[in-house]
């Protein structure tokens, strides 16, 4: 597993993507979102990104997990520009590379927490005793082994992202990506789902990478980055959001 060259911190890079260009055509106009854009994600680091609403930050996110194809520039992960290979290749990517997290859980409605926890394992071919294993040990470390047999509509807000967010790790990804995860949280929740974060982080060294709209959440990260005019530049916590 080579590091990238590009890094020159000595950090490791986990993921870069490096001078990504990406619009939308609609019917009456063409949206350029990003622009030659390029970010690096170390290994072990909470990063956060913010930006206006509409600048590109999930359209970032979905670049960097492999759900969407720059025009141009790469990703690069492990050295390779994953929008390079084979679609085996990108699948096999997003499965068990990425996690991802949304703002409103997307959990299944019809399935329990455990079963909702279990599904990326399954789908990757584990095998369930294993699946279901790792899905328990990750709703303990999340908090919600007292409601493993509840479905989503059995549980809080702040309950269905602690599930999302196993679901989320299941099959161990090198990096987690999480596209407003708070947004749809009281103050409370929220703060719980970034403490969780944290401990994740810190006892795993499990890499995130966190689209924020929230002052209180930017506070709390590692490192902050912002979207303005189609590119990623360092911005500080002081931010009026
Ligand atoms: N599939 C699409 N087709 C056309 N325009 C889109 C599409 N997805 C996003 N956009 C536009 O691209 C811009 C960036 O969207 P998005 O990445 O969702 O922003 P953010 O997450 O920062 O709010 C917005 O102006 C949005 O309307
Ligand atoms: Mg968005």
């Given at each position: 597993m080579s590091d990238l060259s590009s890094c020159t911190t000595g950090k490791k890079c986990l993921i870069e993507a490096d001078s990504v260009d990406k619009s939308y055509s609609t019917k009456r106009e063409v949206i350029h979102v990003l622009a030659q854009t390029s970010l690096q994600v170390y290994s072990g680091e909470v990063l956060g990104i913010v930006g206006a609403s509409g600048v590109g930050k999930s359209t970032l996110l979905h670049v960097l997990g492999g759900l969407d194809k720059p025009l141009t520039g790469s990703v690069l992960f492990q050295g390779q520009d994953?929008?390079?290979?084979s679609n085996a290749y990108l699948e096999k990517f997003r499965n068990c590379h990425i996690g991802f997290v949304f703002q409103f859980f997307n959990l299944l409605p019809d399935f329990s927490a455990l079963e909702n926890t279990m599904f990326p394992s399954l789908i990757r071919n584990q095998e369930r005793r294993l699946a279901k294993e790792r899905a328990e040990y990750l709703l303990h470390t999340v908090g919600m082994q007292d409601r493993m047999h509840h479905t989503p509509g059995e549980l809080s807000g702040g309950e269905n992202q602690r599930v999302a967010l196993a679901r989320g790790l299941v099959n161990q990804p090198e990096l987690l990506l999480a596209d407003e995860p708070t947004g749809n949280l009281d103050h409370h929740a929220s703060d719980q789902l970034i403490d969780l974060i944290q401990k994740l982080n810190q006892e795993f060294s499990q890499t995130f990478v966190i689209v924020t709209h929230s002052q209180r959440v930017a506070n709390r990260l590692d490192r902050l980055m912002e979207l303005v005019d189609g590119k990623v530049i360092p911005t500080n916590h002081n931010l009026v959001m």
């Open positions: 994953i929008y390079k290979q």
